[in-house]
């Protein structure tokens, strides 16, 4: 006798088999791509970062090295000019010097005598070359320090000379010590025979040689005077 079937078992049979669902399926998928562009927009945002650091660097060293550029230039042009300052100073102070020189010298020649003062050094001890023997020399100098401003002045000033031979080089110590040496080194460059050779021009030779020397302090020198002269 055949069996009887369940129809609903039947019904079960001809239905197509369901598909299990794959776990992690779709949904992960889903899921590593949205990691991948997490992490590439990370990995881009750094790198903007690095870029915007090194700029940012960058920049501050340019201007750091301009800003010392710009120091360096302003003290290279300050010091040129100080520099020309200086040398427009000496310029003009030759020019003075030049400029006194030749009213001394203009002086001398349509004043005459007229405001020529009086002074004196005393003895200067020299060594003449290549000799154990020492030169003794004491000198009087005639000279003239500038113009005449007005009578009164200049009396008052020749008065006040006249009575100390030696003002003029309580105002001007440096001007003793040049003639000093100056005496000394010609003393110093020659033989007591050479000595003795120009002993009759040795104030004509000392005037000449002395003339610079008071030009430089802007004094006129008239003339130099031999008081002494001895062997020591």
Do not use: R
């Given at each position: 006798m055949a069996e009887l079937q369940n129809p609903e078992v039947e019904e079960q049979a001809a239905l197509p088999p369901k598909k299990e669902k794959k776990k992690g399926g779709g949904g992960g998928n889903m899921s590593t791509s949205t990691m991948l562009i997490i992490i590439a927009v990370v990995a881009v945002i750094l790198v903007v970062g690095v870029i915007l650091s090194i700029n940012v660097m960058v920049t501050s060293v340019i201007d750091r090295k301009m800003d010392e550029a710009g120091l360096d230039t302003t003290s290279a042009?300050?010091?040129?000019?100080?520099?020309?300052?200086?040398?427009?100073?000496?310029?003009?102070?030759?020019?003075?010097?030049?400029?006194?020189?030749?009213?001394?010298?203009?002086?001398?020649?349509?004043?005459?005598?007229?405001?020529?003062?009086?002074?004196?050094?005393?003895?200067?001890?020299?060594?003449?070359?290549?000799?154990?023997?020492?030169?003794?020399?004491?000198?009087?100098?005639e000279y003239r320090v500038k113009t005449k401003v007005s009578e009164e002045e200049e009396e008052e000033e020749k008065e006040a000379k006249a009575v100390d031979p030696t003002a003029i080089f309580k105002q001007k110590p440096q001007l003793k010590a040049k003639i000093e040496s100056n005496i000394n080194n010609l003393i110093g460059s020659m033989t007591l025979d050479q000595l003795q050779s120009i002993r009759p021009e040795l104030e004509d030779v000392l005037t000449e040689r002395l003339k610079p020397v008071f030009k430089s302090e802007r004094i006129w020198l008239k003339k130099v005077m031999v008081r002494k002269f001895i062997f020591a």
């Open positions: 042009i300050n010091k040129v000019q100080e520099e020309n300052e200086l040398y427009l100073k000496k310029i003009q102070e030759k020019m003075a010097l030049q400029d006194a020189m030749n009213e001394l010298d203009q002086e001398d020649f349509y004043m005459g005598d007229d405001g020529v003062l009086y002074a004196e050094v005393a003895d200067i001890l020299a060594m003449p070359k290549g000799s154990d023997d020492k030169v003794m020399i004491a000198i009087g100098i």
